[in-house]
């Protein structure tokens, strides 16, 4: 069992970390199978004004153009905290992913833009709007989310949301993404969320295409008011690269409040998921958004009762405020294993997926800080909105995650190159720090190479990274990972790393096993299984800790010792950090009130988790 600190520099694997300058683009094959690769930072989920409900909950002037320039670390004004404001640390890669539906509608109003204005219901709308506030317009539209209009509302709607109204909001996103991207530098993506939400239940997706300005303007962003099914999303994405050769991605997000709907065996019809069926998510859904502020969508206690940690921001009830129950429809470990158990039925894994983190922040700020968070939407940002009164919000303040963040390893900064790392999966998640974590899975490391000077050349030399597949074990040999992973030089230092792995077993039946595989100092797995835990530094009196626990970094090749040669199975790591204050204790603390109070705990193990590697018996 490998617990080390490592031999290597710990700034040489951190200087992954820093953006490289611009290379000339790399062919197709050195995408597929990249020799050498940078880790980039990034968040693929942000709304700007031009979202309905951010503008409605209070983010009426920060614009697309100020999101991007927030991020690149320019300071920018936010009404909400009525100051300038500035990101502790830049990201290499953003996407403002503004609501398809009612795009801009409330901003475009503001603005008083000519082409809705020109008609008879985007007249009235203004005087809604002018008269009675930012919701005002919503009187007269019908304004929401709750897909395609029938009746007057469908008359209204071919008004106030017409191809050209939609275009021109459109149009804004565009330029403000072109005007930010410096490629090498900072990489902004043209993207929107597709938001579907039948009965309350969240089906959302987020969609990033790979083109410039001057390609998106080739199409309109399809909405949920066209269709709430997924599979008529995939055939619009399919059709619109046919016509225009833009390639998309689309990626579930919260699927921890989907009601049981995100990760079915069944497709929108009720019917048994099908080759054809799988094909199509693969192809459309390479990713899925596990982290961000509503909640971790990795897996629920009930769902994984031997997981020590499985009980981390679980959130409880749908976007609707009703309590919804666990369901393996809701998670991505389940979703995972149910992906296996189709691909032995049809041949074809639907879910086969990496996973990333992003924020969903409403405030135009792509926002992760724990110690000075402010909040999802804008009227969480004054500290003594956080107190819950006697009527508490659907999405109360504390109950919300400072997360998360999106990590690519990736050939360079710029569209091509990122996009890339998206399409092939060699990419992880985190719920905000910058934990920097390799993963390759192969046949032919040795307990060695864990201490290599460079283990990324020999992870892509012997193996493939994280996101890819194995298959055909040789006789004998059982699949290993070589995992290296350095703290965040911001947070907390590193509890342990661990492997999780999925399964189908001979009777057909999904398994799954954690395993502790490095861990810091010299504590000892006990009869039961279990690694003590690490420790906690953190003074709930003062929100201060330190790291006098915990490694710097942690490595090792670990190598299945379960493994059967003939059973499907996926392998992926969470690395877990020390104990550190809650976003929420930070406020107990700056208020002067119990942290009990908040109702939520004092402290969280940020953690990052890789994209799988699949195993795949030989034919």
Not at 223 to 234: G, N, T
Request: proline share 6%.
């Amino acid at each position: 069992m490998n617990s080390k600190y490592g031999k290597r520099a710990l700034g040489a694997l951190l200087s992954t970390t820093v953006a490289a300058a611009a290379i000339s683009a790399p062919s197709q094959a050195q995408l597929e199978q990249p020799s050498s690769t940078q880790l980039y930072w990034g968040d693929l989920h942000l709304h700007s004004n031009h979202s309905l409900d951010s503008y409605i909950t209070g983010n009426t002037s920060t614009t697309p153009d100020m999101a991007y320039r927030y991020a690149r670390g320019i300071p920018i004004e936010q009404p909400g905290l009525d100051r300038k404001t500035q990101i502790r640390r830049p990201l290499d890669f953003l996407a403002v992913s503004d609501h398809a539906e009612m795009m801009g509608l409330p901003a475009q109003l503001d603005k008083v833009d000519e082409t809705l204005v020109a008609t008879p219901w985007g007249r009235r709308a203004l005087a809604a709007h002018i008269g009675t506030g930012n919701r005002g317009f919503m009187s007269v539209t019908g304004a929401g989310m709750g897909g395609p209009p029938s009746g007057e509302e469908a008359e209204i709607m071919a008004e106030v949301f017409s191809p050209a109204v939609r275009r021109s909001a459109w149009s804004v996103i565009r330029e403000a993404a072109d005007r930010n991207y410096i490629p090498g530098t900072f990489t902004t993506f043209l993207a929107w969320e597709w938001s579907s939400v039948p009965d309350g239940k969240n089906l959302h997706r987020v969609v990033v295409a790979n083109t410039d300005g001057d390609g998106a303007a080739q199409f309109i962003p399809y909405s949920s008011q066209e269709s709430q099914r997924p599979e008529d999303l995939w055939e619009w994405l399919g059709a619109t690269r046919d016509r225009t050769g833009i390639d998309f991605v689309a990626i579930p997000h919260n699927s921890n409040i989907s009601g049981g709907l995100m990760f079915q065996m069944t497709d929108s019809d009720g019917d048994p998921i099908s080759a054809a069926y799988a094909r199509e998510r693969q192809r459309w859904e390479p990713l899925v958004e596990m982290t961000q502020a509503k909640g971790t969508s990795e897996v629920h206690p009930e769902l994984a009762p031997n997981d020590e940690f499985a009980e981390f921001e679980i959130r409880r009830k749908l976007l609707i405020g009703t309590p919804t129950p666990a369901d393996e429809a809701d998670y991505a470990r389940s979703a995972l294993l149910r992906g296996l158990q189709i691909q032995r039925n049809t041949g074809v894994n639907p879910y086969n997926f990496g996973m990333i983190g992003s924020t969903d922040s409403h405030t135009s700020m792509s926002d992760v800080q724990e110690s000075n968070y402010t909040g999802k939407i804008v009227t969480d940002m004054p500290l003594s909105e956080h107190v819950i009164g006697p009527n508490p919000v659907i999405f109360p303040a504390w109950e919300m995650g400072a997360s998360g963040r999106v990590a690519a390893w990736a050939t360079e900064n710029t569209r091509e190159g990122i996009f890339a790392s998206f399409k092939r999966k060699e990419v992880y998640a985190t719920t905000g720090t910058r934990i920097a974590l390799r993963m390759f899975g192969g046949f032919n490391f040795s307990t060695a190479d864990a201490d290599a000077n460079d283990i990324a050349a020999i992870g892509y030399a012997r193996g493939i990274p994280m996101g890819g597949d194995l298959t055909a074990a040789p006789a004998g040999r059982a699949p290993s990972l070589l995992i290296h992973a350095a703290k965040d030089p911001l947070s907390g230092n590193l509890d342990r790393v661990q492997v999780i792995k999925g399964w189908i077993d001979d009777n057909g039946t999904a398994q799954q096993h954690v395993y502790d595989v490095a861990w810091s100092g010299d504590r000892v797995i006990d009869a039961d299984g279990k690694l003590p835990a690490v420790g906690n530094t953190v003074d709930t009196e003062t929100a201060l800790y330190t790291n006098t626990i915990g490694a710097t970094q942690l490595a090792t090749v670990w190598t299945d010792p379960d493994f059967d040669p003939d059973q499907l199975a996926f392998y992926y790591v969470r690395v877990l950090e020390i104990p550190t204050p809650r976003h929420s204790l930070y406020d107990a603390v700056a208020l002067g009130i119990p942290f009990e109070r908040t109702g939520q705990p004092a402290t969280i193990q940020e953690r990052a988790y890789s994209s799988p590697i699949w195993y795949t018996p030989a034919s």
